[in-house]
């Protein structure tokens, strides 16, 4: 399957929230009792890879109080690094506050449902020129970003931009995951600042990454996505993929994974990946669903601990696909999964999940 490399070590950089979730599939506007936990996307690829083995930290900023200290706890408990995390004081986050997200989940034709309560949080409103960037990423190999730090403040947008040429002069690989979330920022705005990531990016992640970032050839008005089903064909992503990686030379790998749902229960999934000069597919999975939130982390997580380990093409996107299902099946936003056997077993079963 390929030669592991233990040497990699890994860091992201991101928001931790407090999940606050109905129990039973419940509506939040009738719900008497939540079930707490923490997720967010760089925490729960960090969750994810250490849980598999990979040294992993994770930087953040939360306030210095039971909450924030629970969200730690959590991590650590998972064999999460979170020696650079700051708890933060009254003064230098004025709202002193964890940010939270009520999840209302999905059952059968009724989609699961985010509000978002994080404004004003302690990492959004920490003063990140108080760090040492060349000191925070001094050690490591591989650097994970993703698209929705930005678009938390101007703050957030600066330090992302900031790591990502740190990382570069450091000689990280660096991996950057659009994550494009409607509820924090335009597609105008996710275009306009992603585009400036992208060449710093050797390992470029999401859902559907072609739609957020602009093509500069059409003075930038166009943008990828014009023409391009969000459900396409392999001849559609390998042109979509073929023109990324023309324009980013730099990019060594592109990949995305494709939903299919069939109802707010059942999904299929499979991803599609650019990797030395060719687009590969993988294999179709059908699945029930547990708990979604958390799936395309899960999916970018496979990915880089495929990667980190020297799998083969097709055993690196199958592994990427076979960890997003995993995740389907477990409750909370980490993929708790410290079984790599079982992924492997998964990604050798032929298209459907028989449940």
């Not at 997720?39 to 210095?64: H, K, M, Q, R, Y």
């Not at 699945?287 to 970018?300: C, K, M, N, Y």
């Amino acid at each position: 399957m390929g030669n592991t490399n233990p040497a990699s070590r890994f860091i992201t950089i991101g928001e931790i929230m407090l999940r606050l979730t109905p129990p039973n599939y419940g509506k939040i506007r009738v719900a008497n009792t939540f079930e707490a936990s923490y997720g967010g996307s760089e925490a729960n690829i960090a969750l994810a890879l250490a849980n598999l083995g990979v040294d992993s930290s994770f930087f953040t900023v939360v306030p210095n109080n039971s909450l924030g200290k629970s969200a730690v706890r959590m991590l650590r408990s998972n064999d999460v690094h979170c020696a650079a995390v700051i708890l933060s004081t009254p003064e230098e986050t004025p709202t002193h506050r964890l940010g939270a997200y009520y999840l209302e989940t999905g059952y059968g034709i009724r989609p699961s449902k985010v509000t978002y309560d994080r404004k004003n949080s302690a990492f959004t409103e920490y003063d990140f020129s108080r760090l040492d960037l060349d000191a925070l990423l001094e050690g490591y190999t591989w650097l994970h970003l993703s698209g929705i730090t930005p678009a938390l403040s101007p703050r957030c947008g600066k330090l992302v931009l900031d790591c990502l040429r740190t990382a570069r002069e450091k000689g990280m690989t660096i991996s950057f995951d659009g994550n494009f979330r409607s509820a924090l920022w335009s597609w105008e705005e996710a275009q306009d600042f992603c585009t400036q990531c992208l060449p710093y990016v050797d390992v470029l992640l999401g859902i559907e990454p072609y739609h957020l970032w602009r093509d500069e050839r059409d003075h930038g008005k166009g943008d990828w996505k014009n023409g391009v089903p969000l459900q396409p064909e392999y001849e559609q992503q390998d042109e979509i993929f073929q023109a990324f990686a023309a324009r980013y030379p730099n990019l060594k790998c592109i990949a995305r994974h494709v939903r299919y749902a069939h109802s707010g229960s059942e999904n299929s999934l499979l991803a599609f990946m650019w990797y030395e000069g060719h687009t590969f597919e993988s294999k179709r999975f059908t699945f029930h669903i547990l708990d979604r939130v958390g799936g395309g982390d899960a999916f970018a997580s496979g990915l880089i601990y495929a990667m980190m380990h020297g799998y083969k093409p097709m055993d690196m996107i199958n592994f990427a696909v076979a960890s997003s299902v995993i995740k389907h099946t477990i409750h909370g936003d980490g993929n708790i999964t410290d079984d790599v056997k079982s992924i492997r077993s998964l990604m050798d079963m032929s298209f459907d999940i028989k449940r």
